[in-house]
Each structure stands twice: as structure tokens, then as C-alpha cells.
């Protein structure tokens, strides 16, 4: 039996106990500092018990921290001291440069794995896990070079028995395409949704117009505050970069269409569909 | 035996074109200035023949055009003059009102319709067309007090027949609702594909770096240049308001997270969560 701590119950730790927890030989257990997620992750058997923090960490073979990027570099030096030094301690944020300075130097640094499972939906808290969440998905370990070979294998193991194929890359190297590629995504929805509800005072023109267009567009707007405030602190660097392009590309369109310049217009969205064939 | 002459055989003219073909009593003619798409169209079975321009007006009953806005506009005053005075022309543009003015003074402008059903997919041709596209979807129609009260009747029953409700409204309130809540999502999306191909030269970490929430944002940047570069030429005023609204809102928010303001960064997010309880 292999003893599995989940820290952190919500749409990504919920989602990683609940499938970790069908399979045949593992035992999850589920730590939240919020009560009310405990307890709706016990009613929804997300977890095999519910523990404390530090009981939680004692008896783990493996530790996986699903906690906020901001709390997991706060909370990952107390786990490393107090687990035990053959356990395995994971933590699966969506940032990982800052929260592997944070314990670079801590002696267990070893038995640490950063990994960022490429994995999600717009929902959050117990209620949200999804068995099967991260099926077909792809995930990213960081500086596995900096970690011993078992820990490295035994997290391999576990990101593939959850059906995701993992690609090595630096920490710097994630923060920076994640930026780029992903975070910007959610910096554009949530803008827009704040937009759309700023201009558009008629809420019922909004319910009554929006279209599967904008509502695939502005569905990363109902995502977590709190979790997307902590990742957006930490990867400031390339994320302001990706900003400051976005905002170029807008302001260069507005032009455009300002001088009805529809040549211009139509060659930038022509460009713009090259990620049809990039996507497919 | 009622006659309908579809002009433009694309995603919307096509989808429209299949779903009246598959109905008891209709006989459904195609007509597109692109003799790919008739051939494309008539392979797929979304007509029941192909016509000229000329013959496809003068034996129809209802006339529906499906093509980009701009050529809407040059294209109305011509099919006004050639159509039987029974018959009903009903455009299907996102943009109404330049439309609208374009025949505001034609003797046959109370046999005219301005509609725009709010369905489609970021996909564009022929082989784009669906059928039940417009299933369940809601349908507007501008100016409705300017037409004949049996071509308005006869319009309504058409787009209820596509599984459509119809509203009615202004052509300015149409083309600012739309431009505030769909069409700034398109340039929203279109100009996301735009950065993320600017800024991420490794193509393959675009590829293999894309979650399920940047492939939703980013999907409207799929869609077809012309038509979108006709729209944006025509609803301009209120675009323009709409994108100055979002770039400001991604500039003050950029500072915020130059400034570290976590807490104002997390309460901007909150608020646009809002959109989850106007869509929902």
C-alpha cells in the first residue's frame, strides 16, 4: 500500500485524489485548510480520510501540494522538513520558478519535484474535481535534474498511471511559454468579461447576445481569483511581456480599423489563423 | 411549392441552405459568385440547384443573403430591382445598420427584412455548413416597423422554422449590443492568436504548451478574415469604444500586477467572475 497525501482540495488536488483513489493500492489522503472543502471532499469520496497537515505529511510516501502558487512556496520548506527522507514531496502549480528558489537550498531539495500537470476548467473547489481530468493531457517537471532518480521515476509513475505523457524542461524555460502561451489566455477572458460587463450596462442584452463565440472567449473569466492573483504575482516578467505585445497588436488593429485600412485588417487576421494550423 | 434563393453558399448561407432543403415544401436554389463553392455546395447536397444571380432572383419567392456585409450592401439595391414585388429579401449580416441605409429610400424597401440569426462556428466555406446550426439559437431582426407586415410574418415563421426565437430591435441598438459583446471577442481572440505566434517563435511549445483554455480563447482567431474585416469596417464606432474600454482595462490591470497589487488584481477577477451569473 502506497500512502498518498493530497494538500490542497480544490478543482486540481480534488481532480488527482479522485483518480488516484480508484486505483488498486493507494491509500489518499485528503488535507484542506478550509473545513468546508474537507468535508465536501469526504462526501464526494474524493479522499480516503481527511487528516491533519502534519499527520498528513508524516505518513505520506508521496505529498502532492495543489495549494495556491503564492502558499506552496510558504508551505513546501515546513513539508520538506517534516516528511520523512524517502518520501516524495510534488507540488503541481501553475508557476514554477519562484517556488523552486524557495527551497534550493533546503537539504531535503532532492526528494522535491516541481511539476505543472497541463490540466483544468474553469471551475473550482471539491466540487469541481473531475475524474479523468487529466487524461491525454501533457505535464511539465522543472529541474528534475536537482532531484534523486527514484523520486524522479516514482513521479514519472504517477503523472502516467493519472494518463499524462511528461516533458522535462527548466523552470525559467516553463514560466516564460506558460506566460506566452497560457497565462495571457486568462489575462485576456478575465479582461474581457470585465470589459463586456463594464460597456454593456443592459445585462440582459448580454445574456440575450452572447453567442457561443464570446462565450467560449470569456469562459476563463469565471476562473479562480485567488489562485490566477497568486500565479499572475509570479510570473510578472514574462507575463507583462505577453501584455505589453497584446496591447500592441490591439492598439495596431485599432488603427487600422480607425482608417479603415480593411486590407491591413483582413493580412493581420490571416496571420492570425496560422494557430489553426499550429492547433491541429 | 415555396422558392427560396440562398446568395452565398458559406457557413451561414450553407447551414441555412441545408436545414430549409431538408423541409416538405421547399425548393432551395444556390447561388455564389465562387464557382468552388456551387460545386462544393451541390457535392454536399445543401441545394437543390445551382443558379445564376440574375435567375435565382426573379424566380424566387424569398430571397436570403449570406454574403460578407460589405458586398450585402452593394448587392441589396440590385436585388431589390430585379425580385418579384411579392417577394421577400431577408439579409443575415452581423451588422445592420449601414445595411439598413443602404436601401432606406428603395421603392421595394418594405419587402426587405434585416435580420442576423446568432449562430455559426469559427469555421468558413460550404463544407462548414451544419445542419441544426441555428437550433435553439436566438435570431434579430432590425427595422422591422419599415417592412410590409406579411414579409415580416413571412421572415419570423422562416427563422422559426430554423429552430430560431426571433427579437426585435434598432439597427444602431443591434450593431452596439454585437459589437460590444461579440465582435469585440472576435478581435479579442484574433489579436491573442496574433501575440501568441509574435512572441512565441518555438512553434512546437505553442503546440504542446496549449491547454483547453487557450485553444477556447484563441478559437475565434480561426475564423474567416473577409467576413470579419467587413464587419469590423462597418460597425467601427462602437468597435473602437468597445477595444479603447479593453485596452484600458489591460493597461490598468498591467500596472496592478507591475505594482504588486495582488489584492486589486484578485478583486478586477472577481468582478468579472460576475459574467458567470449572467450567462448561466
Redesign the interface.
Known amino acids: 500500500m502506497i500512502n498518498i497525501t493530497v494538500i490542497g482540495l480544490g478543482l486540481i488536488g480534488g481532480s488527482i485524489a479522485k483518480d488516484l483513489k480508484s486505483q488498486l493500492n493507494v491509500k489518499v489522503v485528503g488535507v484542506d485548510a478550509s473545513q468546508a472543502h474537507c468535508t465536501m471532499a469526504q462526501k464526494l469520496g474524493l479522499v480516503h480520510q481527511i487528516s491533519t497537515l502534519d499527520d498528513g505529511i508524516q505518513d505520506a510516501d508521496i505529498i502532492l501540494i495543489a495549494v495556491p502558487v503564492?502558499k506552496i512556496e510558504s508551505l513546501l520548506p515546513y513539508i520538506l522538513d517534516k516528511m520523512k527522507i524517502t518520501s516524495v514531496a510534488i507540488d503541481v502549480g501553475s508557476t514554477k520558478e519562484a517556488i523552486c528558489k524557495s527551497i534550493n537550498s533546503h537539504p531535503k531539495r532532492n526528494r522535491f519535484i516541481a511539476a505543472h500537470p497541463?490540466?483544468?476548467?474553469?471551475f473550482s473547489g471539491p466540487e469541481a474535481a473531475l475524474k479523468g481530468l487529466f487524461q491525454g493531457?501533457?505535464n511539465?517537471i522543472c529541474e528534475g535534474n536537482l532531484s534523486d532518480k527514484d523520486a524522479l521515476a516514482t513521479a514519472l509513475k504517477l503523472f502516467e498511471s493519472l494518463g499524462m505523457v511528461t516533458?522535462l524542461m527548466s523552470a525559467d524555460e516553463h514560466d516564460k511559454?506558460?506566460a506566452?502561451?497560457?497565462h495571457?489566455?486568462?489575462?485576456?477572458?478575465?479582461?474581457?468579461?470585465?470589459?463586456?460587463?463594464?460597456?454593456?450596462k443592459?445585462?440582459k442584452?448580454?445574456?440575450?447576445?452572447?453567442?457561443?463565440?464570446?462565450?467560449?472567449?470569456?469562459?476563463?473569466?469565471?476562473?479562480n481569483?485567488?489562485t490566477?492573483?497568486?500565479i499572475?504575482?509570479k510570473i510578472?516578467k514574462y507575463?507583462?511581456?505577453?501584455?505589453?505585445?497584446?496591447?500592441n497588436?490591439?492598439?495596431n488593429?485599432?488603427v487600422k480599423?480607425?482608417n479603415?485600412d480593411?486590407?491591413a485588417?483582413?493580412?493581420?487576421?490571416?496571420?492570425?489563423?496560422?494557430?489553426?494550423r499550429?492547433?491541429k
Open positions: 503564492d497541463l490540466a483544468g476548467t474553469e493531457r501533457k511539465i516533458t511559454h506558460l506566452y502561451v497560457s495571457l489566455s486568462h489575462v485576456s477572458s478575465f479582461m474581457l468579461g470585465l470589459t463586456v460587463l463594464d460597456i454593456e443592459d445585462e442584452q448580454i445574456f440575450d447576445l452572447a453567442g457561443t463565440g464570446f462565450a467560449s472567449t470569456v469562459r476563463l473569466a469565471k476562473s481569483p485567488k490566477w492573483a497568486a499572475f504575482g510578472k507575463l507583462l511581456e505577453a501584455m505589453d505585445s497584446y496591447i497588436h490591439l492598439e488593429f485599432r480599423i480607425q479603415n480593411i486590407q485588417i483582413e493580412q493581420l487576421m490571416e496571420t492570425s489563423n496560422e494557430i489553426k499550429i492547433l
